[in-house]
């Protein structure tokens, strides 16, 4: 037999098991997948003759569910060929996450579009090697440039099915309340905001199954892999070993979870994501990989040469590269920058202008968070990686109407040679720890300002002070506005609302 025939056929046995599970355990995804999926899309005959049957049962009006398909099933003839009733208690058995219905059948249709390719490159080796002529060549390679396409990578038409749903719009997320799936979320910041250690921690987190930050739900581990295209590996090696330590894991964990299959990291791979051959073969990686999750730092060093200020070529280079992903339901976490004003200061703009580069950066992404250093003093070069300080995450830009509230994150080294990044909580941002006098001033202040109308001023000035170990002396230096006033409005939501003619120095008495 000739070697290359020996070569397996793309296939996914589990991902077509989770499909069909998928839309027995909720019917009310099987327009989606119908969609997306042809019946000749499943490798297996088994899963063809279920798939075909499911759409029987939909056409007709019933209930899609167990009892349904057996009956339509053996209507055909078909039961005992596809393993019988069992088996399909094993379809229900066998899905992870019915939500995740969408990218189980991506994969299935990526595994599909490849067998088609590896055939038509069969035929091509043969015609090339057995003296085919050049028109038969000629007419393989159109087919296969026309096989890199499937037909349901192109346009989706949506049947508005979804409008009975009462529950329409719902989210769904791989990180709760954080990163939704089947989306694009650009995690945007100035230079030493933290943003790749606060997203390496979410890495972690999610791939154990952790409380995200110690604060956001991950209802299942999540198979991620990451494309860090500007750190070099060792650094990505100090960064994950100090993490782990300071979340509580072995630093032996990580390399588990990569062997496992769970945590993938590419460092500084020769991606360039306006190249249609890196998209194609970034694509491939992420569905064939199976990944449910994408993390790029940095979204400029991916897009590379492209003119980033022009808003057509970021939004023709946006749906081409990541478009599939997450019509897939593949979750796209892009690290990003935030502009910089004149004077060299980091943009306040709580919106998609503040990114660096064309809107359309901002207008494609279906969620932006910012994420905004508070422990610098004014004129002060940000502390560096072994330094602790607090970053204020927040939801700037979203395509639903879901609100998410803006957190504090701590991030901090341990005496063990760990970083811990955490939310913290309202109380704890009132703690003195890794925080200049500056700055404890600033929420001194604003504790005294959340305190009106509860206790007496001059009492609450006295609390606030002893919470945050300052002096009297501290506090009147600080009531000086062209010091604190930065800080102030760093704090104001942690204050509510106040005026600011309740700061002026002489009205605190």
Request: net charge negative.
């Amino acid at each position: 037999m000739d070697a290359t025939q020996e070569v397996p056929l793309p296939k996914d046995f589990g991902a077509e098991q989770a499909t069909l599970g998928a839309v027995l355990l909720d019917p009310q995804l099987w327009p989606a997948v119908q969609r997306t999926l042809a019946t000749t899309d499943f490798f297996h005959e088994q899963h063809r003759r279920i798939f075909s049957a499911m759409g029987a049962v939909a056409e007709a009006g019933s209930p899609l569910d167990v009892l349904t398909l057996k009956a339509e099933l053996e209507r055909r003839g078909d039961l005992e060929a596809c393993g019988g009733a069992v088996y399909l208690g094993v379809l229900l058995d066998g899905v992870p996450h019915a939500a995740n219905a969408a990218y189980y059948a991506g994969i299935v249709r990526s595994k599909c579009r490849r067998r088609a390719l590896a055939r038509l490159a069969e035929d091509l080796r043969k015609a090339a090697s057995d003296g085919g002529s050049d028109e038969t060549i000629a007419h393989l390679l159109v087919q296969i440039e026309n096989a890199r396409v499937h037909p349901a990578d192109a346009w989706t038409r949506s049947t508005l099915e979804g409008v009975t749903n009462p529950e329409a719009g719902t989210v769904h997320y791989v990180v709760e309340g954080l990163i939704p799936a089947g989306e694009t979320t650009i995690l945007a910041a100035t230079w030493k905001a933290g943003k790749t250690l606060v997203v390496y921690r979410l890495v972690l987190d999610a791939i154990s199954q952790r409380k995200a930050l110690g604060y956001y739900t991950v209802s299942e581990a999540v198979k991620t892999v990451i494309f860090q295209i500007e750190m070099p590996s060792s650094e990505d090696d100090r960064r994950f070993r100090r993490l782990a330590i300071g979340c509580g894991m072995y630093p032996e964990e990580v390399p588990g979870y990569v062997q496992a299959g769970m945590l993938t990291v590419y460092n500084r791979p020769a991606l360039n994501l306006t190249r249609p051959e890196d998209v194609a073969r970034f694509q491939a990686t992420v569905l064939d990989g199976g990944y449910r999750l994408v993390v790029i730092d940095s979204l400029i060093a991916a897009f590379a040469g492209a003119d980033i200020n022009d808003n057509s070529t970021v939004r023709e280079h946006f749906a081409k590269a990541f478009g599939p992903l997450t019509s897939a339901g593949v979750a796209v976490l892009l690290l990003h920058h935030k502009r910089k004003t004149q004077g060299g200061k980091a943009s306040r703009d709580d919106d998609r202008s503040a990114l660096l580069g064309a809107q359309a950066w901002g207008a494609a992404a279906g969620r932006i968070y910012a994420l905004e250093r508070l422990n610098a003093e004014p004129g002060q070069e940000p502390p560096g990686p072994s330094s602790a300080f607090h970053v204020r995450m927040s939801l700037t830009g979203s395509w639903t109407p879901e609100e998410t509230p803006d957190v504090i994150v701590a991030v901090e080294d341990t005496t063990d040679g760990g970083t811990t990044v955490r939310v913290i909580n309202e109380d704890e941002q009132f703690q003195k720890g890794g925080l200049t006098t500056v700055q404890r001033v600033a929420l001194c202040l604003a504790k005294i300002v959340r305190a009106r109308g509860r206790v007496r001023r001059q009492d609450a000035i006295k609390e606030a002070m002893a919470d945050l170990d300052l002096s009297e002396a501290s506090v009147k230096r600080g009531l000086d506005l062209a010091r604190i006033k930065r800080w102030i409005t760093v704090e104001k939501s942690v204050a509510g609302s106040y005026k600011e003619r309740d700061l002026v120095p002489g009205d605190e008495e």
